[in-house]
């Protein structure tokens, strides 16, 4: 693996969109992350947050593979997770450990921090995926619900 793994601040807006347009082709949902980019000024803010991960794998200058992981606070005890949102590798790096060295930095970040767990979500059939995370974790079988917020009537 020849690439290297980089957190992403505010000054680098462009890569984040490089990055997205990355998770859209990996994702087949182009829509969601390129239709309606966030202002460069929202997006270097979010960069600068201390709880937002977003990592890149670069390579000769190219965004090949990311990751985008928020640490939440718990309040059932002292302590926080990180949970992994988004994960990707370009079609034409996979199976060559880049998904693995984005973990394994994020791994360290969060032991820095004294993270107590890391957490990720995997779809039914996505067999690769799967196969990664149950090398990496313990597999719990949930179910994730997406719940509508309705709309500020004053907005």
């Keep these: 693996m020849a690439a290297e793994i980089r957190r992403l601040g505010p000054a680098d807006v462009t890569l984040m969109r490089d990055l997205n347009a990355m998770f859209g082709r990996a994702f087949g ?3 969601s992350y390129q239709d309606a980019p966030p202002p460069d000024e929202w997006l270097a803010g979010a960069l600068g947050r201390p709880h937002v991960f977003a990592l890149a794998a670069i390579d000769d200058g190219a965004v090949v593979g990311g990751l985008v992981a928020y640490q939440l606070d718990k309040l059932e005890q002292a302590r926080s997770e990180i949970y992994i949102y988004d994960l990707a590798v370009a079609e034409e790096r996979r199976r060559r450990g880049v998904a693995s060295a984005l973990i394994e930095r994020l791994r360290q970040m ?7 767990v890391i957490y ?4 039914h059939g996505d067999d690769p995926a799967i196969a990664l995370y149950t ?3 313990t597999r719990e079988d949930v179910m994730h619900f997406d719940i509508p917020v309705e709309k500020d009537p004053r907005s």
């Design 29 to 31: 949902d182009r829509g």
């Design 110 to 116: 969060a032991s820095e921090r004294g993270v107590w």
């Design 120 to 123: 990720v979500q995997s779809d």
């Design 135 to 137: 090398k990496l974790g």
